[in-house]
């Protein structure tokens, strides 16, 4: 399966190269079939079997680069996806979107600390069971467009297709202590397959917001 935007983009370096290929010849334009190829391989979303019961699963595919606190409430895991990884983005836990914020920032290498709070984002907020999950869509280097489909008010299921970040890219999940987070740095996880929490027998949520 590939996103629509993959498909478009292949198409449109495919009729590139073509024109290419007949004005100046096949080698001239092999770059573009390249790319056009390379447009399909970014934008693959395959299928994945999603975990049941009290859990959070990986919103994207990467490495994980970070599990601290974020503040006196809540723990981060921060993801770090290449060029290389599925970028199709997936709920975390099943519920409402209360919340989607979108916040203007900067571009830096989507690997480093500081894109945590200073990079182009989306602020996403999951109320579900009891509990609140925030995840962060953060924009790297490269990317410079975070697409999210979904609104405040819908309810989403545990690993179902929410957006995506074009090119390489961060996501941050911000959990409470109601949460026992279970990746650490340097694991791979993908994107609503992964267990990265579970939810502590017996805790009630957090009190916190975004």
């Not at 629509?4 to 096949?26: C, F, K, N, R, S």
């Not at 996806?81 to 830096?108: C, M, T, W």
């Not at 953060?138 to 467009?145: K, Q, V, Y």
Request: positive net charge; proline residues 5%; glycine residues 10%.
């Amino acid at each position: 399966m590939i996103v629509l935007d993959g498909i478009y983009y292949a198409l449109a370096l495919a009729a590139a190269a073509g024109l290419v290929t007949w004005a100046a010849g096949p080698w001239f334009a092999a770059p573009l079939w390249i790319l056009a190829a390379f447009c399909l391989y970014f934008f693959r979303d395959p299928e994945r079997a999603i975990p049941t019961g009290n859990v959070a699963v990986s919103p994207a595919d990467g490495k994980v680069v970070a599990v601290k606190p974020e503040d006196l409430t809540l723990n981060r895991v921060s993801i770090f996806l290449n060029i290389f990884d599925v970028h199709v983005n997936r709920a975390p836990i099943a519920g409402a979107i209360s919340k989607v914020q979108y916040q203007e920032g900067r571009f830096h290498v989507a690997s480093r600390e500081v894109c945590s709070d200073q990079n182009e984002q989306n602020v996403v907020t999951v109320q579900g069971d009891g509990t609140t999950v925030i995840f962060k869509q953060i924009a790297g280097l490269i990317a410079r467009r975070i697409v999210f489909r979904k609104k405040p008010g819908d309810h989403v299921a545990a690993g179902e297709r929410v957006g995506l970040i074009k090119f390489g890219s961060r996501v941050d999940v911000l959990l409470g202590p109601e949460w026992e987070i279970v990746v650490r740095p340097g694991m791979r996880v993908q994107a609503g397959s992964s267990i990265i929490a579970r939810r502590v027998a017996g805790a009630s949520e957090g009190s916190h917001e975004s």
